[in-house]
């Protein structure tokens, strides 16, 4: 069984500072694909990155960065310098490959930037 | 614009009346999928479609029904809607890839049960 952990439900920051989501993702599949997604306050899911398993290289994109480890099952995600338009929920979410196309989402991690 | 769209946006309604949650595409996409969301339990699928007239149950199907006679429409249907499908429901697709692509979600809607 395919299984998402956001341990972290809920992150209060001030402005500037860094944060670092945690996800952990449990599967038996050797070939999967793991998604993070951000859902603003208007309430609609944006597809941030994707990544897959046999791809271990971490990725930055301007102040986000991800950091893929086999080893302990995580997929984590930083946010450099926070700022206020990042307050949102952010959800892991895992795909084990072929088979029904599902996401396996975590339960989200509500994350507020304060000024 | 590439998009998927539902309607209506928020709804409120009654126990046991029925009613119909339309969702569309316009990216050709061969898979379609609904979930839920709910305070403390993220998303959850109910139903998905890997094609036209192919359907198949996700986590939660029960107390709804869908169909895809489309390739580019998948509504959800609630025959007999209970206060505890009161909830946030989002209508994705994405191009059938073994899993690799992103899934693309639709505004989501916003249903109260009375």
């Known amino acids: 069984a395919q299984k998402v952990t956001q341990a972290q439900t809920e992150i209060s920051v001030v402005e500037k500072e860094d944060v670092t989501l945690d996800c952990v993702y449990e599967?038996?599949?050797?070939?999967?694909?793991l998604f993070w997604y951000k859902q603003p306050p208007s309430g609609e899911l944006v597809f941030l990155i994707r990544r897959n398993s046999f791809d271990e290289q971490n990725e930055i994109s301007g102040r986000y960065s991800w950091n893929f480890q086999k080893s302990t099952s995580s997929f984590n995600f930083t946010i450099t310098a926070s700022q206020v338009v990042d307050s949102a929920v952010y959800f892991c979410?895992?795909?084990?490959?072929?088979?029904?196309?599902?996401?396996?989402f975590g339960k989200g991690m509500k994350l507020t930037v304060n000024p | 614009e590439a998009q998927v769209t539902q309607n209506p946006r928020y709804l409120i309604t009654v126990t046991g009346k029925k009613l119909t949650v339309t969702c569309s595409q316009n990216?050709?996409?061969?898979?379609m999928s609904w979930y839920r969301q709910d305070p403390g339990l993220g998303l959850r699928q109910i139903y998905y479609s890997m094609n036209v007239e192919v359907t198949d149950k996700g986590d939660v199907p029960e107390g709804y029904k869908v169909s895809r006679k489309e390739k580019r429409n998948f509504p959800l249907i609630l025959e007999s809607p209970s206060p505890n499908q009161t909830s946030l429901y989002f209508c994705?697709?994405?191009?059938?890839?073994?899993?690799?692509?992103?899934?693309?979600f639709g505004p989501g809607t916003r249903l109260t049960v009375t």
């Open positions: 990216m050709n996409h061969e898979y």
């Open positions: 599967t038996r599949d050797t070939t999967y694909y």
């Open positions: 994705a697709s994405s191009p059938l890839a073994g899993g690799r692509e992103e899934q693309y």
């Open positions: 979410a895992l795909s084990p490959q072929g088979g029904s196309e599902k996401l396996v």
